[in-house]
C-alpha cells in the first residue's frame, strides 16, 4: 500500500544515485519499492520515469517529484479519512442497530415479532419501518458519495511541465507539449483549471524571471491544497446534511420497529 514509507525509500534511493551509485545497481530494491504501490500511484510513477527518460530529465529529480506526490497523497488521504470517520459510522449505525435491537428484543420476550407479522396491520406498519430504515440508509450513502466526489485530479500535468523543463525544454515548447503528452497518457485533454494554472505558471516566471520549477511547484501545491480544503468542507458540511435522513427518516423507522411492537405487546399482556 502507497504511504509514507514508499515515500521515503524513493528519496532514499535519489539520495543513493546522487551519491554516485549506479541505477543498475538498485533495480531490484526500486522494484520492490514499486510493487509495494497502489495501482494508481505505479502508474503515475511509470509516467514521471518514462518522461524522464525520454526528455532526459534527471532521474533524482524525477524520484524525488514522486516521491513528493506520494507524500503530500498519504498525507491528504489519513486526513481524509479522519473527517468522514463520524458520517461513516453514522450511517453504519443506521445499518446495523435497528437488526441488533429486533433480535435482543424477540430474545428477552419484551415483543414478539411473529406474532406482529401475523397481524396484518403491525405486519404493514413494520414495513414501513424497515423502509423508512432502508430509505435513510441509501440516503446516507448517497450524501458520503456525493460529498467525496469532486473534480478528477490532473496534476499530472504540472508533473510532466516540471521534468520537461528540468531537461531544458524551452517554456513554449512546454505550454504546446506537456498537454498533448497528457493526454497521450490518460486519453483524454487535462482539465481546463490545470492548463490555467500551466499558462499563468510559465508567464509569471518569464515576466519576473522566477525560477519557473518553484513557481510551478507552489501552484501545484495550491491546486492539490484546494482539492483538499474542499473534501474536508465538504465533510463539515455531510455532518448537517445527515441530520434529514438520521432524524427525519431512520429515527422514525428506528421507533416503529422497536418501539411501537413493545408497547403493543406491553398492552396486549
Not at 456525493?146 to 516540471?162: C, F, G, N, P, W
Request: proline content about 4%; charged content about 20%; hydrophobic content about 50%.
Amino acid at each position: 500500500m502507497s504511504g509514507p514509507d514508499s515515500s521515503l525509500k524513493l528519496t532514499r534511493l535519489a539520495s543513493l544515485i546522487e551519491a554516485g551509485i549506479p541505477i543498475h545497481a538498485l533495480e531490484n530494491e526500486f522494484d520492490e519499492i514499486r510493487e509495494t504501490l497502489m495501482p494508481g500511484d505505479r502508474v503515475r510513477l511509470d509516467l514521471v520515469l518514462r518522461v524522464a527518460k525520454e526528455k532526459g530529465s534527471p532521474i533524482v529529480f524525477a524520484l524525488r517529484q514522486i516521491a513528493e506526490e506520494l507524500e503530500f497523497k498519504a498525507q491528504f488521504e489519513a486526513q481524509l479519512e479522519l473527517a468522514f470517520t463520524a458520517p461513516k459510522a453514522s450511517t453504519k449505525i443506521i445499518n446495523r442497530l435497528p437488526i441488533a435491537l429486533i433480535g435482543l428484543v424477540q430474545f428477552t420476550g419484551l415483543a414478539n415479532y411473529f406474532a406482529a407479522l401475523a397481524n396484518p396491520v403491525m405486519l404493514i406498519v413494520i414495513l414501513t419501518g424497515c423502509g423508512l430504515l432502508v430509505t435513510a440508509s441509501r440516503l446516507s450513502n448517497r450524501l458520503i458519495a456525493k460529498a467525496q466526489k469532486i473534480d478528477v485530479d490532473d496534476s499530472d500535468l504540472l508533473t510532466i511541465a516540471r521534468l520537461e523543463l528540468a531537461a531544458g525544454v524551452h517554456h513554449e515548447q512546454v505550454r504546446v507539449g506537456a498537454p498533448v503528452r497528457f493526454k497521450s497518457e490518460h486519453n483524454r485533454e487535462p482539465n481546463d483549471a490545470v492548463r490555467q494554472l500551466l499558462d499563468q505558471s510559465l508567464d509569471t516566471a518569464q515576466t519576473w524571471g522566477a525560477a519557473v520549477d518553484l513557481v510551478i511547484r507552489a501552484n501545484q501545491a495550491a491546486y492539490r491544497s484546494a482539492r483538499q480544503n474542499l473534501l474536508l468542507r465538504n465533510a463539515e458540511q455531510l455532518s448537517v446534511k445527515l441530520l434529514m435522513p438520521l432524524g427525519l427518516i431512520a429515527l422514525p423507522g428506528f421507533l416503529i420497529i422497536t418501539v411501537l411492537p413493545i408497547a403493543v405487546a406491553m398492552l396486549t399482556n
